[in-house]
């Protein structure tokens, strides 16, 4: 039996050659907490948790010691560990960020130990590539945020996407300027989701439903904030747009909760923050029981875009046909040279697709020098 010997963690930076914003903040740099989880032997396995670096470190660093010494392949008793220790302070949040990242690279191990893909291990590979809608079409400082955006969405429909995911949440007014002009630009085909990141009252969300309808909308993401079960429940009520949500939820009772409320037709569970793999898993699980179709957040480097592909290539659509759909991959286009340059393989869309990783465990490799560019200071739990 291989035992688990080490846990490090790497927090990487990248600055932004451009700023940009959604409805809470604005980004000027991308930063993200890594962790490497080695076992005797040398094999060893990637994570990364969703949520401020610095904390998310702070966490591996509390969590890590329960991982020193244990079996490796023992991934969801190891959750189950890690998550008794922190119950009763962290039944969400940033905790549950650094869980997921040990998680991610407990199965990333697995899969390099047992010499399998991370989908098998999963419990099969159903599709070996997954549609991808392209994240972007921020705001931006520019004299006519319409016209930059419509720009933008033109160029994703030349790279082969048809579907792109905008903000909204600046006002109904200015949002319902921005749509139009983005829908025009994409053309009739193109899938068009729009994602307010818990910006408007109900009031407001309803609105905006009401005036974005006619464009063809394929999802209206977090209109309301998270806390407002009820308000998800009523919008969805209100309009025939789909309601998705789930970034800022974990766990499976966080899910329930979204699930019990009827709030939302698409679940976006973030797999480095919500759980891990392993809890991500049972949501899907859940999901499915509920009627509702699972859409993974994603938002990070190539070692989360490979987790939610390899959780998509096993994923069981809801509801279940002959020709079913696909689920979607979250695939973020902004501005961001750690997704670009960390991994290997190099993710690429074509015609609007990107395939599951099929070598062992996330099937990636990292790469050494991206490490040491883009790398604060190495931290080592040993
Ligand atoms: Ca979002």
């Known amino acids: 039996m291989s035992r688990i010997e080490k846990v490090n963690t790497f927090v990487l930076r990248h600055r932004l050659a451009e700023r940009f914003r959604f409805a809470q903040w ?7 907490c890594l962790v490497k989880v080695t076992a005797q032997g040398g094999a060893f396995g990637w994570g990364e948790g969703y949520g401020p670096a610095g904390v998310v470190r702070a966490g591996i660093d509390f969590l890590a010691p329960l991982l020193l ?11 189950q560990a890690m998550f008794r220790r922190s119950f009763d302070f962290a039944r969400q949040g940033v905790l549950l960020g650094a869980l997921s990242a040990l998680d991610v690279a407990l199965w990333d191990l697995k899969g390099k130990l047992l010499d399998q893909p991370v989908s098998v291990l999963l419990g099969g590979r159903k599709r070996e590539s997954v549609r991808a809608y392209a994240t972007g079409l921020y705001f931006r400082e520019c004299a006519d945020l319409p016209a930059a955006l419509a720009a933008e969405a033109a160029a994703h429909r030349a790279a082969g996407f048809d579907a792109v995911k905008m903000k909204v949440g600046l006002g109904v007014e200015h949002d319902h300027a ?43 993401e977090e209109p309301l904030s998270p806390d407002d079960c009820d308000g998800y429940a009523e919008l969805r009520r209100k309009t025939a747009i789909p309601i998705a949500a789930g970034e800022c939820e974990a766990r499976r009772a966080g899910f329930l909760r979204l699930f019990n409320g009827r709030c939302v037709d698409i679940a976006q569970p973030d797999i480095c923050a919500a759980g891990g793999l392993t809890e991500t898993k049972k949501i899907a699980d859940m999901a499915y029981t509920f009627g509702v179709e699972l859409a993974p957040h994603c938002w990070g480097t190539g070692i ?18 002959l020709e079913e759909r696909d689920p979607w991959l979250e695939f973020d286009r902004t501005e961001n040279s750690l997704r670009d340059e960390l991994t290997q393989p190099a993710f690429r869309a074509q015609n609007g697709r990107v395939a599951v990783p099929d070598r062992p465990g996330l099937g990636i490799e990292v790469d050494q020098g991206a490490l040491e560019r883009y790398g604060e200071a190495e931290r080592s739990k040993v």
């Open 69 to 79: 010494g244990r079996d490796p392949l023992e991934q969801e008793t190891l959750w």
């Open 26 to 32: 604005e980004y000027a740099e991308r930063r993200v």
């Open 178 to 220: 921005n749509v139009r002009a983005v829908r025009e630009a994409l053309g009739p085909n193109a899938a068009l989701m729009i994602d307010a990141n818990h910006a408007f009252s109900g009031v407001e969300a309803a609105d905006l439903a009401r005036r974005a309808a006619p464009h063809g909308i394929a999802w209206f």
């Open 304 to 321: 989360a875009m490979a987790a939610a592909l390899h959780l998509l290539g096993n994923l069981d659509v809801v509801p279940g046909r």
